[in-house]
């Protein structure tokens, strides 16, 4: 079994989300025996590598930062995300009333500490906010966690 997380932009420019599909399959269908995947299931990264897991056979863990954390989400985003959490093994929702950049990162923390190995879909920038994509990254390097970024060279946000 192997346990893989994800932290990554919500927001993909069209030329990156065909690399970034591709990449996450590989990556996904490269890992031995039962892959168990971690996501907060935000918008953008978090729901692809999900929607993908589970196409692959996976089973989903979703970390919810905390209560009310639908309210940062609308349109498909919402949808999307009610349709995966119903889809998810087991759901973990943070003790963090509204929702908050320390509850993100506190997101983040609980994927990493779980996983195995960190996809990042991360265009190698600071984050705009505590929490941030940048700040998963530079956190599970800390930790000494696999990261592998998926995000293609030359493209910008």
Same mark, same amino acid.
């Given at each position: 079994?192997?346990?893989?997380?994800?932290? $990554?932009?919500?927001?993909? %420019? +069209?030329?990156?989300?065909?690399?970034?599909?591709?990449?996450?399959? @590989?990556?996904? @269908?490269?890992?031995? $025996?039962?892959?168990?995947?971690? =996501? =907060?299931?935000?918008? $953008? *990264?978090?729901?692809?590598?999900? !929607?993908?897991?589970?196409?692959?056979?996976?089973?989903?863990?979703?970390?919810?930062?905390?209560?009310?954390?639908?309210?940062?989400? =609308?349109?498909?985003?919402?949808?999307?995300? !009610?349709?995966?959490? #119903? !889809?998810?093994?087991?759901?973990?929702?943070?003790?963090? &009333? &509204?929702?908050?950049? *320390?509850?993100?990162?506190? @997101?983040?923390?609980?994927?990493? #500490?779980? *996983?195995?190995?960190?996809?990042?879909?991360?265009?190698?920038? %600071? @984050? =705009?906010?505590?929490?941030?994509?940048? +700040?998963?990254?530079?956190?599970?390097? *800390?930790?000494? #966690? %696999?990261?592998?970024?998926?995000?293609? #060279?030359?493209?910008? !946000?």
């Amino acid at each position: 079994m192997t346990n893989v997380g994800v932290t $990554g932009h919500q927001y993909l %420019p +069209d030329e990156v989300l065909a690399h970034v599909t591709t990449s996450i399959t @590989a990556i996904v @269908a490269a890992q031995p $025996g039962l892959i168990v995947g971690y =996501s =907060s299931l935000a918008a $953008g *990264s978090d729901q692809l590598f999900a !929607r993908i897991l589970l196409d692959a056979g996976g089973v989903l863990i979703a970390v919810i930062p905390c209560q009310g954390y639908e309210k940062t989400l =609308s349109g498909e985003n919402l949808t999307s995300y !009610r349709q995966l959490l #119903k !889809r998810a093994h087991k759901t973990i929702t943070l003790e963090y &009333t &509204t929702p908050s950049e *320390s509850a993100f990162m506190a @997101a983040n923390e609980e994927v990493i #500490k779980a *996983s195995d190995l960190l996809i990042a879909v991360w265009d190698g920038l %600071p @984050a =705009s906010g505590f929490g941030g994509t940048a +700040d998963a990254v530079w956190l599970a390097w *800390s930790c000494c #966690k %696999p990261v592998v970024n998926v995000w293609p #060279k030359g493209v910008s !946000r």
